[in-house]
């Protein structure tokens, strides 16, 4: 059974950081993209940022430049540093990873952001 965890959230001031953790476990496939989305209250689920294979990445307009995703190449293991976070960027962070018609999802990570 594929099992998919997240940790890292919590609340932080606005200029803080954060580095959110994701773990895919239970499948011998190495997945081929992961990915970090978020979700805020009211709001649809959008996509923050993933990494194809170890060195593609992209991100959203409003995260470029504060944001950086990785992944352990040996691993399915994610993670995304956050700085210079702001209060708009509270969400729940849930993590995907794939491969082929596969994917998988967290339960998410609580991200608040507030003085």
């Known amino acids: 059974q594929v099992q998919v965890v997240e940790s890292g959230g919590g609340l932080v001031q606005p200029g803080g950081s954060l580095r959110l953790s994701c773990t895919v476990s239970g499948t011998r496939f190495r997945l081929a993209v992961m990915s970090w989305h978020r979700q805020a209250p009211g709001k649809e689920r959008e996509l923050v940022a993933g990494?194809?294979?170890?060195?593609?990445?992209s991100y959203a307009d409003s995260v470029k430049g504060r944001f950086t995703i990785s992944r352990d190449a040996a691993k399915n293991t994610a993670y995304l540093q956050m700085n210079s976070l702001l209060p708009e960027d509270t969400a729940v962070y849930y993590c995907?990873?794939?491969?082929?018609?596969?994917?998988?999802w967290g339960q998410g990570t609580q991200v608040t952001v507030s003085s």
């Open positions: 995907r990873g794939s491969i082929g018609t596969n994917e998988f």
């Open positions: 990494i194809i294979g170890d060195s593609k990445r």
